[in-house]
């Protein structure tokens, strides 16, 4: 596992599978009429009404699919550096693949917030938790980053932690009744910065690989 982590070809397809995990949305909205990516969050394009809900939520599948298989990968590498942060880095790519990718793709979010089924429920949780867990991979990945004395990747981490954590809680004020004629009712925007800035120890890493 460790040497696929440092093969250029699986770095490539992790690559290509984060820029797509922003624009493909950017490409599927095109052509559902109504979307507004600043105020919608990303799922929303795989609600049962929309006429890209497949494309997308197979989509949602290949991400849980491949960033759960990434989760195993490199746990072997950052095992050298420290056997619970190994553990902990991998549990929190984990969880949020199977949580935010495989069960969001199989169970749909509704367009509409006042409309709950089991299977927006189900998508809603499963959100939610692979959100949390995902976001302190950052933080994870800077501890690992200053205790192999790379303190490049520690401080570009570092940054990208509290980063996410900024845009997340503007991410769940956006939800608030008080806030919606506001600037934090742009909860299509805080969704698409947040993950960003948890996936940028992948694209530091990847990078520096394929350089």
């Known amino acids: 596992?460790?040497?696929?982590?440092?093969?250029?070809?699986?770095?490539?397809?992790?690559?290509?599978?984060?820029?797509?995990?922003?624009?493909?949305?950017?490409?599927?909205?095109?052509?559902?009429?109504?979307?507004?990516?600043?105020?919608?969050?990303?799922?929303?394009?795989?609600?049962?009404?929309?006429?890209?809900?497949?494309?997308?939520?197979?989509?949602?599948?290949?991400?849980?699919?491949?960033?759960?298989?990434?989760?195993f990968v490199i746990y072997p590498e950052i095992k050298q550096v420290s056997a619970s942060l190994a553990v902990m880095t991998s549990l929190s790519i984990a969880v949020f693949a199977v949580g935010a990718g495989i069960l969001a793709g199989i169970f749909s979010v509704n367009e509409s917030k006042e409309t709950v089924t089991v299977a927006s429920k189900i998508h809603g949780i499963g959100s939610a938790i692979g959100f949390m867990f995902l976001l302190f991979f950052p933080l994870l990945s800077c501890i690992t980053g200053f205790k192999n004395n790379n303190h490049i990747q520690g401080t570009i981490c570092v940054i990208a932690f509290i980063s996410a954590i900024v845009f997340f809680i503007f991410f769940i004020m956006g939800d608030k009744?008080?806030?919606?004629?506001?600037?934090?009712?742009?909860?299509?925007?805080?969704?698409?910065?947040?993950?960003?800035?948890?996936?940028?120890?992948?694209?530091?890493?990847?990078l520096i690989l394929l350089h």
Request: with cysteine; proline share 5%.
């Open 1 to 71: 596992m460790s040497e696929l982590y440092e093969n250029q070809l699986f770095n490539f397809i992790l690559l290509l599978t984060v820029i797509g995990e922003f624009f493909l949305p950017w490409i599927l909205m095109h052509f559902y009429p109504g979307y507004n990516s600043k105020t919608m969050v990303m799922s929303a394009l795989g609600n049962p009404e929309s006429p890209v809900r497949n494309i997308y939520n197979i989509w949602l599948i290949w991400l849980g699919i491949f960033l759960l298989f990434t989760s």
């Open 177 to 206: 009744e008080e806030f919606q004629k506001t600037i934090f009712s742009y909860e299509g925007l805080w969704e698409r910065l947040t993950l960003f800035c948890m996936y940028i120890p992948f694209i530091y890493r990847v």
